[in-house]
């Protein structure tokens, strides 16, 4: 006879085997998306970059930019030493008034958008190496999420492998000129909550 006290437990043994197995998926999962991680940001290569052909007309995809006008863009003498300098982004900076009309433009958007909607981004970002030449640059919006606020943290991430010589900069510079969002993808709940905290200033 069950008895409300055996119902109870019964209940109780049901719901921690269904927790066990939830939580038993999410770690498969979250080991899955780190190997491919792991798998997509592996080895070593000379970057090579593809040439700006189009200068008009050009068109985002989603928040990737149009390859043939932002194929992305390196300073030369960028080294992981310098890009793990502290102060290097900001020492090197540098994109005019006249060069974001000109981005914006090229991808057929009018100048300028309301605040905080869309960035000048640097598709390799500075703190990787990317140069502020116009073949490196795109105008990103914020929304529909994934949007600039999500390729930050994807940056951050990158530039934190690097600088911990798990990644080689020139195999961060590739990913993340072809397809950051297979990074970002490839990104564990707890990776971006912890991105996010560690620098506060992305959602704001």
């Not at 040439?51 to 390859?67: E, M, S, Y």
């Not at 397809?179 to 200033?201: H, M, Q, T, V």
């Amino acid at each position: 006879m069950l008895t409300p006290q055996r119902v109870i437990l019964i209940f109780a043994v049901l719901l921690l085997g269904v927790s066990g197995f939830l939580y038993g998926q999410r770690q498969w999962v979250s080991a899955g998306r780190a190997d491919r991680l792991m798998a997509l940001l592996a080895g070593q290569e000379t970057l090579s970059l593809d040439v700006r052909t189009k200068a008009a007309a050009c068109a985002v995809r989603g928040p990737l930019p149009d390859h043939a006008c932002t194929p992305g863009a390196v300073f030369a003498d960028a080294t992981a030493a310098k890009i793990c300098t502290p102060g290097y982004s900001k020492s090197v900076r540098s994109v005019t008034q006249k060069v974001h009309e000109q981005v914006f433009a090229e991808y057929g958007f009018g100048y300028p958008q309301p605040y905080g909607s869309f960035e000048v981004d640097h598709l390799i970002p500075l703190e990787l190496g990317g140069s502020n030449d116009v073949a490196n640059l795109f105008p990103e919006a914020a929304d529909p999420a994934p949007g600039f606020h999500e390729k930050d943290l994807v940056e951050n991430y990158l530039h934190e492998e690097v600088c911990a010589g798990r990644v080689e900069l020139s195999v961060a510079q590739d990913r993340i000129s072809h397809d950051w969002l297979a990074i970002y993808n490839g990104l564990s709940p707890d990776d971006i909550r912890r991105l996010k905290a560690e620098f506060a200033g992305w959602a704001n």
